[in-house]
Antibody, heavy 118, light 111 residues
Framework: QVQLVQSGSELKKPGASVKVSCKAS????????MTWVRQAPGQGLEWMGW????????TYAQGFTGRFVFSLDSSVGTAFLQISSLKPEDTAVYYC???????????WGQGTLVTVSS | QSALTQPPSASGSPGQSVTISCTGT?????????VSWYQQHPGKAPKLIIY???KRPSGVPDRFSGSKSGNTASLTVSGLQAEDEADYYC???????????FGGGTKLTVL
């Protein structure tokens, strides 16, 4: 079965960086784009963007350019989200999800809570 | 402020039907047939229940249905069950620069 397993929770200080991993299994990794979604505590969902798992080309949504980087290690079926210069407002659960159509993701990771606090 | 407008809450009794609206603009909901709905239970990852306005992924009960008219999309849950109590989010594709936009979510309560 399709499974996306994300790395564990992170506690970081402002200004630091974090890298979240998302390991896919149960399907051919390069057949589906990988999307990233953010959910701040008690808030709604935000599309961060996606990465083409064939070419490695990332596409970032408005508001997620500059400090956010999507990458892949296709040899092990894993996608990564790196956030640099962390701010307290980056505190959120970050989800990876497999895209089947525009704004349609059918399999989700369990989410990674990133907490930014001094 | 979310790009798509949903009612903050909705409710219904078991067995009844409830419809949740999602209003956007002619640049998103009204232009593209890429509207999805997600169900999220507390502390869990969202689950896709409707995509491309009306399609249901395999395993999603046919009690869930989607539609669209103009700039407003709708999710109807028929035959309400206790496990349908959750937050529901709509989303629409909005073009290559904005990508996707979400609604603020609707908390569905089964009375």
């Amino acid at each position: 079965q399709v499974q996306l397993v994300q790395s564990g929770s992170e506690l970081k200080k402002p200004g630091a960086s974090v890298k979240v991993s998302c390991k896919a299994s149960g399907y051919t990794f390069t057949y589906f784009a990988m999307t990233w979604v953010r959910q701040a505590p008690g808030q709604g969902l935000e599309w961060m963007g996606w990465i083409n798992t064939n070419t490695g080309k990332p596409t970032y949504a408005q508001g997620f350019t500059g400090r956010f980087v999507f990458s892949l290690d296709s040899s092990v079926g894993t996608a990564f989200l790196q956030i640099s210069s962390l701010k307290p407002e980056d505190t959120a659960v970050y989800y990876c999800a497999r895209e089947i159509s525009m704004v349609a993701v059918d399999s989700w990771g369990q989410g990674t809570l990133v907490t930014v606090s001094s | 402020q979310s790009a798509l407008t949903q009612p903050p809450s909705a409710s219904g009794s078991p067995g009844q039907s409830v419809t949740i609206s999602c209003t956007g603009t002619s640049s998103d909901v009204g232009f593209y047939n890429f509207v999805s709905w997600y169900q999220q239970h507390p502390g869990k990852a969202p689950k896709l229940i409707i995509y491309e306005v009306t399609k249901r992924p395999s395993g999603v009960p046919d009690r869930f249905s989607g539609s669209k008219s103009g700039n407003t999309a709708s999710l109807t849950v028929s035959g309400l069950q206790a496990e349908d109590e959750a937050d529901y989010y709509c989303t629409s594709y909005a073009g290559s620069k904005i990508l996707g936009v979400f609604g603020g979510g609707t908390k569905l309560t089964v009375l």
